[in-house]
């Protein structure tokens, strides 16, 4: 049974720093690649960041570029998403999932199979 669980949100001020990690079971976490998205109320789930297998490849949204780091330790089953310099349009429930297909070529969300249950970054202005 594949689980991916979210930590590391929290409530913080602008221009604060945050890291969350996205721990992996019940797969071959090393060959996947991996993503993050975020949804903010009302709106829709939007892609964030997204890593291939080997950590090679990174990708990135562009309100996140620059800001934003995706990473991971395949020993660890574990993948991070370390955000700087966060605003208050950061705001939202943080979610990892798992891709499936060719990273380069399609990160939309039904590119990503199995979902976290999400954790809640709040950034107060």
């Known amino acids: 049974q594949v689980q991916l669980v979210e930590s590391g949100g929290g409530l913080v001020q602008a221009g604060d720093s945050l890291r969350l990690s996205c721990t992996a079971s019940?797969?071959?976490?090393?060959?996947?690649?991996m993503g993050w998205f975020r949804q903010a109320p009302g709106k829709e789930r939007e892609f964030v960041a997204a890593?291939?297998?080997?950590?090679?490849?990174?990708y990135y949204a562009d309100a996140v570029k620059g800001r934003f780091t995706i990473s991971r330790d395949n020993a660890k089953n574990t993948m991070y998403l370390q955000m700087n310099s966060l605003k208050p349009e950061d705001t939202a429930v943080y979610y990892c999932?798992?891709?499936?297909?060719?990273?380069?070529?399609?990160?939309?969300?039904?590119?990503?199979?199995?979902w976290g249950q999400g954790t809640q970054v709040t950034v107060s202005s």
């Open positions: 019940g797969l071959p976490f090393g060959s996947y690649n």
């Open positions: 890593i291939s297998w080997s950590g090679s490849s990174t």
């Open positions: 999932a798992r891709h499936r297909g060719i990273l380069q070529r399609n990160r939309r969300l039904e590119d990503f199979d199995y």
